[in-house]
C-alpha cells in the first residue's frame, strides 16, 4: 500500500492489534536526511510506542536497532530504548525494517528502509515464519542494551563476563556456551574488549584490566 493515510492507517491497525509478542527490526535514524513530514513521523513512532506498551503487559518485545543509529538520534530516542533493557539488542546493521505482530502479521517497507515511502503487509503463515526466523538468528548474534552507558574508562556491563571467562583461560567454544552466546558474537565482543584496553594481545588484556581496576 502506497500513500500517507494509507500506511498510517495500516501502522495504526497493526499498533491496536498486538496482544502477544512484537518483533522488529528497526533503525530511528533511517528518516534522518529525508524530506519527510514531521506529523507522520510523530504518528509512526506513536503507533510502534503504543505496541510496544501494549505487548510489554502481555507478552514479549523483541526490538533490533543497528549499533551506529544510538550516535544519532536524540538522548530522548536513546532514553526510551534504555527502557527497553532486556528487550532491545544492537546489531552492527540491520536487514531491512520490519515490525511483527503475533506471528501473523508482517508489515515491511516497500523500500525497505522507510514506510513513508509505502508499505508491504505480508499475512502468509510460511513467510512470516520465516521473517520470524531470521529475526531470531539476528537477536542472538546481538548485543543486549543498558540502561545507560557505561562512564568513560569503565569496563562496559556486557563485557565483563567476557573478560572473566578470558581471565578463566576459557576457550572460545566453553565460554561462548556458557554465556550462552553464538561464537560469533564471542568473538566480537572479545575484539570489542581488546579495544577498549587498547591492546590486541588477549594475555597483556589481563595486566591491563587489572590494571584500571576492572579485575
Keep these: 500500500m502506497r500513500g500517507t493515510r494509507q500506511v498510517c492507517a495500516a501502522l495504526a491497525a497493526l499498533a491496536e492489534s498486538a496482544r502477544r509478542e512484537l518483533l522488529t527490526f528497526d533503525d530511528p535514524a ?13 504518528l509512526a513512532g506513536a503507533c510502534v ?3 510496544t506498551e501494549r505487548v510489554e503487559r502481555v507478552g514479549t518485545v523483541r526490538q533490533i ?14 532514553a526510551a530504548a534504555g527502557r527497553l533493557t532486556g528487550r532491545t539488542r544492537l546489531t552492527e546493521s540491520i536487514p531491512f525494517k520490519m515490525i511483527i505482530v ?5 508489515a515491511i517497507p516497500l523500500d525497505l528502509e522507510l514506510l513513508y515511502n509505502g508499505l508491504l503487509l505480508i499475512r502468509d503463515p510460511v513467510i512470516v515464519q520465516a521473517l520470524v526466523r ?11 542494551v ?5 562512564p568513560p574508562g569503565s569496563l562496559p556491563p556486557h ?6 571467562a578470558l581471565l578463566a583461560g576459557l576457550t572460545d567454544e566453553t565460554a561462548a556456551a556458557r554465556l550462552g552466546i553464538s561464537g560469533r558474537t564471542y568473538s566480537r565482543r572479545v575484539g570489542e574488549l581488546l579495544a577498549a584496553l587498547g591492546t590486541t594481545s588477549r594475555f597483556r588484556a589481563g595486566a591491563e584490566a587489572a590494571r584500571r581496576g576492572w579485575v
Excluded: K, M, N, Y
Aim: proline share 9%; aromatic share 6%; glycine share 4%.
Design 102 to 106: 503475533d506471528r501473523t502479521v508482517a
Design 30 to 42: 533511517a528518516c534522518l536526511g529525508h524530506s519527510i513530514p514531521q506529523p507522520f513521523l510523530e
Design 65 to 78: 536497532v543497528p549499533r551506529h543509529a544510538l550516535d544519532r538520534v536524540t538522548a530522548a530516542d536513546v
Design 134 to 144: 531470521a529475526h531470531r538468528a539476528w537477536w542472538e548474534a546481538g548485543d543486549e
Design 146 to 150: 543498558t540502561a545507560s552507558p557505561a
Design 159 to 164: 563485557l565483563r563476563p567476557v573478560l572473566e
Design 49 to 51: 510506542r503504543t505496541a
